[in-house]
Nanobody, 115 residues
Framework: QVQVVESGGGLVQPGGSLRLSCAVS????????MAWYRQAPGKQREWVAA???????NYADSVKGRVTLSRDNTKNTVYLQMISLKPDDTAVYYC?????????WGQGTQVTVSS
């Protein structure tokens, strides 16, 4: 049974910080690339960040400089550290694990940036 579980979302003021977590079980975590996506109401799902099995990271221009993606293979967990949050960051954030043809998604965690 594969489980991808996001957590850490919530309400934060503009300029605030938040750390999202994605705990994975049921797969060989270290062999999977991990990524975060987000979807705001009425909008398409947007890619946010990705990290390879080797630890290389890539970020969308919209979050570059404000977001850091990391992984802890001993805990089967990836983290999305977000700072200087903006109202436009408001969305449901989804965690994805991918290896070849296999792709697993979490249920999402809500991030709301509002004063």
């Amino acid at each position: 049974q594969v489980q991808v579980v996001e957590s850490g979302g919530g309400l934060v003021q503009p300029g605030g910080s938040l750390r999202l977590s994605c705990a994975v079980s049921g797969i060989a975590f270290s062999l999977y690339s991990m990524a975060w996506y987000r979807q705001a109401p009425g909008k398409q799902r947007e890619w946010v960040a990705a990290i390879t099995t080797g630890g290389n990271t890539n970020y969308a221009d919209s979050v570059k400089g404000r977001v850091t993606l990391s992984r802890d293979n001993t805990k089967n967990t990836v983290y999305l550290q977000m700072i200087s949050l903006k109202p436009d960051d408001t969305a449901v954030y989804y965690c994805n694990a991918q290896r070849g043809v296999f792709s697993h998604w979490g249920q999402g965690t809500q991030v709301t940036v509002s004063s």
